[in-house]
């Protein structure tokens, strides 16, 4: 069975700062994998996604992720954090069936 | 992507009552799902709804807690029976096989949140 990792329960990072959430993930085969969003009192947001190919994947509102087979990880990364980025982030693998796995999630504050 | 919408966006509800959740997708879509939330938790994966079929219930999960319909490729209900506080939480419809993209690519509703008294 398959199993997704954020190490990170919760990251505190200055606006204009860069963002680094890490995700690691088991999984035996070539993994589908997927980064999402949920503001407060929202539904959860595609912000990037990796199937094949490039490795270093790049998302919506600033975002990407690197797909690493070696370290099993699919970390995200912004190089200048925005106040409206304060968020919970979740990391996903699927599998063939559809089916997601998620992370327990990583909650990110942006202090002015 | 699909625009996904759920109604209601929120209820509270007495315990011993049921509620049903439904989700409504502006596209036809191959796959729709069911999720549950708990406060502070990661998202934990129903059923999948299958058009004209009974649901694929994850362990945990049974029909008789959470009948789930889809008549057709746009429609999904979830209903939470016989409700307890313990089923306060946000459920979340998902699709996925939406037209022109990856079929592995799953896009959420707003979500339903949910308060048992």
């Known amino acids: 069975a398959q199993s997704v990792t954020q190490p990170d329960i919760h990251i505190t990072v200055s606006e204009g700062a860069s963002l680094e959430l890490r995700c690691n993930y088991s999984y035996g085969a070539t993994p589908y994998l997927f980064w999402y969003v949920q503001s407060p009192g929202q539904g959860l947001q595609l912000l990037l996604k990796y199937f094949s190919g490039d490795t270093l994947v790049q998302g919506i509102k600033g975002f990407e992720a690197e797909f690493k087979r070696s370290q099993s990880s699919f970390n995200l990364r912004k190089p200048s954090v925005h106040w409206s980025d304060a968020a919970e982030y979740f990391c996903a693998v699927g599998e063939d069936d559809y089916k997601l796995s998620f992370g327990a999630g990583t909650t990110v504050t942006v202090r002015a | 992507s699909a625009v996904i919408s759920q109604k209601p966006s929120r209820d509270i509800c007495q315990r011993g009552t049921s509620l049903t959740i439904q989700c409504q997708v502006d596209?036809?879509?191959?796959?729709m799902f069911w999720y549950r939330q708990q406060p502070g938790q990661s998202l934990t994966l129903i059923a999948t709804?299958?058009?004209?079929?009974?649901?694929?219930?994850e362990s945990g999960f049974v029909i008789d807690k959470f009948p789930i319909s889809r008549p057709n490729l746009t429609f999904s209900t979830l209903t939470v029976s016989n409700m307890s506080p313990e089923d306060s939480s946000i459920y979340l419809c998902?699709?996925?096989?939406?037209?022109?993209?990856?079929?592995?690519?799953?896009?959420f509703g707003p979500g339903t949140r949910l308060t048992v008294l």
């Open positions: 998902s699709v996925a096989g939406t037209s022109g993209q990856p079929s592995g690519t799953q896009y």
């Open positions: 596209s036809q879509v191959t796959m």
């Open positions: 709804a299958n058009q004209g079929s009974e649901a694929t219930y």
